[in-house]
Structure formats: C-alpha cells, structure tokens
C-alpha cells in the first residue's frame, strides 16, 4: 500500500512548529509553498503571511516529516497532529482542522480525539524544552488581558487538577513569579465577595494549618496584619465562635510568655502615649 508523509513546516529562528500538511514528496511541498506565497488567492491564508514575513528577513521555512501514514488514512492523522499540537498550545497557522476535502459520504474513524502513544510522545519531544521569548510571551498576555474563562471551562480545568502535586521546581517558578506583585483593590474586593460564605472543609483546614506549621512571619507581615485590624469591629456572634473553639485548650508555656510579652508591650506604649498627652 503507497504511503504519504505529514509532514511540518518550522520557523528557522526558533524551530517552532508552524504549519502541519500532508504531501507525498517534501521537497516539492516546500517549493510549492514558496512559490504560492504571492498567489493572491493566498494573500489572506496566515500560513503564507507567516512565510512571506520569513523571505522579507532572508529566510525560509524548514519542512520535516511527522508521520509516513498510509493513503487511506492521511486525513485521520494529520486532523489529530493539529488537534493534539493545539491542545499543546502550538501556535499553528492552519486555517482548518484539517484533513479537508473529504470524498462524499467520508467519516473520520478516529473522531472523538483518540490518539496513538506513538503520536503523543512525537508531539511532546517537538514542545520540550522550547523556550518561549519575552515578546511572545507579552503578546500572549495582552491577547488574554480582561478575558475571562467560562465556569464550566474554569471547572474542568480544576477537576484535571485535582490530586496533583506540584514539583519543588514548578512551585519556586511561580514564587518567583509572583514576587512584588501587588493585589489591585478591585480584585482583593472580588476576592472577598468571592469567600464570602463559603465554608471550608476540615481536610481543607488541616492542609492549611499543616503548610503554616513552623513558619515565622516577618515584622513587616505582622505589622501590616496588625494595621488591617485596627478598629475593627467584629459582630458578637464571631467573638463567640472564637470563645467556643478556645474553651478547653491549654496554651503552652512558650504561647504564655510570649502574650505576656505582647502585653508589656502594649502596655508600654499606651504608657507612654499618656504620659505625652
């Protein structure tokens, strides 16, 4: 049985993977494709844009295979490359879900998204280690900037999360990451909005009292928490709540010392601020 090739088309500069086709010789493709970029039935297909930004620079694009497939199932395949490398977050210049121009009555065997392993492996060495530049990167921020996803979407992105554990490595990156970002207050008052009534779970509560064993907060955290609380007023049902979850433990010595430290401390200043008055 004759094969044919899957073939993709690269960007020279950082071998990213552009443009996924299917052809049975890819040299000719390639020269094809090169030849089609002035077509002006072509003029608006944003593969040929990509090209012709590439011969402005004095490039052009690389062709490699992806797959040799046999005739009879080229549509099936090349529609799951594309499927696959855009879940991936690919940045492909197709146009279609390809696999186009199906004989009359044609239905593909595989839709629904089934994927050999031999296929995911290939897609998941073609993103490893690429390294996305500062003006891609910006570019994409500004494209998802005031955009906000669908709950369901928001949903199933959680439940595919759920149980994960991240790696020491990913949760340095996003430490890092997060540093010297300051909240707006439109979004700390969402946030609240957000909490407002919602109860956590005991297994909740333990994780978070287990992640805060042992961690000392600076002087500069304490004050700031200190200056949220000043004249607050919380409503007596509250105080109540705390009395009740109180009632019964035993504080430790170290816990004593360090109330009654608090305590001279306070009293000292309030001391201090009569005797200027």
């Not at 690429?130 to 959680?158: C, F, M, N, W, Y």
């Not at 008052?189 to 919602?198: F, H, M, N, P, S």
């Not at 805060?212 to 709540?241: A, C, D, N, S, V």
Request: hydrophobic share 25%.
């Amino acid at each position: 049985m004759s094969t044919v090739y899957i073939y993709g088309l690269f960007d020279p500069r950082n071998m990213e993977l552009r443009y996924i086709g299917k052809t049975k010789d890819l040299k000719d493709r390639l020269r094809n494709h090169l030849r089609l970029v002035n077509d002006t039935r072509c003029k608006d297909h944003h593969n040929y844009r990509w090209i012709r930004q590439l011969l402005d620079e004095g490039l052009e694009p690389s062709i490699e295979a992806l797959e040799e497939v046999s005739v009879d199932s080229w549509r099936d395949a090349e529609q799951t490359w594309i499927a696959e490398c855009r879940k991936f977050g690919v940045r492909l210049t197709n146009m279609t879900k390809g696999g186009d121009s199906f004989p009359d009555g044609y239905v593909p065997h595989n839709k629904g998204g089934t994927i050999s392993e031999w296929q995911k492996s290939r897609i998941r060495e073609y993103n490893l280690n690429k390294k996305v530049s500062d003006e891609t990167r910006q570019k994409q921020r500004e494209s998802h900037l005031g955009k906000t996803l669908p709950r369901e979407q928001v949903r199933k992105i959680a439940e595919a999360n759920r149980g994960k554990v991240m790696s020491p490595e990913a949760r340095k990156k996003i430490s890092e990451a997060h540093k010297g970002m300051t909240i707006s207050e439109e979004t700390r008052q969402k946030l609240i909005q957000w909490g407002k009534g919602k109860k956590l779970t005991e297994e909740h509560r333990r994780k978070i009292a287990e992640a805060g064993k042992g961690r000392k907060q600076t002087e500069e955290t304490k004050e700031k928490l200190r200056q949220i609380h000043l004249g607050k007023k919380y409503p007596e049902e509250f105080g109540k709540k705390i009395s009740e979850r109180q009632r019964g433990r035993k504080l430790t010595e170290e816990h004593k010392a360090k109330i009654r430290e608090g305590n001279k401390r306070n009293w000292t200043k309030r001391k201090s601020k009569a005797n200027e008055n």
